[in-house]
T-cell receptor, first 113, second 114 residues
């Protein structure tokens, strides 16, 4: 069965610092991988997705993620954090290329001035 | 823009009550999903539907049922609410069955069962 593991339930950074949110996946087939963001009191929205094309994927709001098969990882990064990035971030994997997504437990990002 | 609307943002119910959570999407999407979100557990899939009158169990269907009589509407039903069903419930939709993984979410319904 496919699964994702997010390391660190809380991450705190200063404004302007690098953001790194970690996600490792488990899959017996080439996975489709996703990052979603949830701002306070809102639903989730798609940040970016990997579907077996380029291994470096760029998303909205300056975020990007790199698919590394050798490390079974799909970490999310942003070079310079902004206060508006404070949110909860979820990594997800698609089961069998369908839209049935399996989500990780989430990482809450805090950004300090 | 795709809009997924959940009828109630906040509900308070008593143990044993029957609870209906309604979700409507306005973009003719084929797929609809119900997830529950709990701190430290992330999102867990309760039920999903790829077509009208069609439903499939997700990872945690016990204590829940669903109904999809029209393409745009997907209802989650708690036949007899229990305190362990206190949670945030998120509805989502996506375009086609063999999809791209882009789910559109509603803002959530926070249910408290007393």
């Amino acid at each position: 069965a496919q699964s994702v593991t997010q390391l660190g339930s809380h991450v705190s950074v200063s404004e302007g610092a690098l953001v790194l949110l970690r996600c490792n996946y488990s899959s017996s087939v080439p996975p489709y991988l996703f990052w979603y963001v949830q701002y306070p009191n809102q639903g989730l929205q798609l940040l970016l997705k990997y579907t077996s094309a380029a291994t470096l994927v760029k998303g909205i709001n300056g975020f990007e993620a790199e698919f590394k098969k050798s490390e079974t990882s799909f970490h999310l990064t942003k070079p310079s954090a902004h206060m508006s990035d404070a949110a909860e971030y979820f990594c997800a994997v698609s089961e069998g290329g369908t839209d049935k997504l399996i989500f990780g437990t989430g990482t809450r990002l805090q950004v300090f001035p | 823009d795709v809009k997924v609307t959940q009828s109630s943002r906040y509900l308070v119910k008593r143990t044993g009550e029957k609870v209906f959570l309604e979700c409507v999407q306005d973009m003719d999407h084929e797929n609809m999903f119900w997830y529950r979100q709990d701190p430290g557990l992330g999102l867990r899939l309760i039920y999903f539907s790829y077509d009208v009158k069609m439903k499939e169990k997700g990872d945690i269907p016990e204590g829940y049922s669903v109904s999809r009589e029209k393409k745009e509407r997907f209802s989650l039903i708690l036949e007899s609410a229990s305190t362990n069903q206190t949670s945030m419930y998120l509805c989502a939709s996506s375009l086609v069955k063999t999809g791209t993984g882009e789910l559109f979410f509603g803002e959530g319904s926070r249910l408290t069962v007393l």
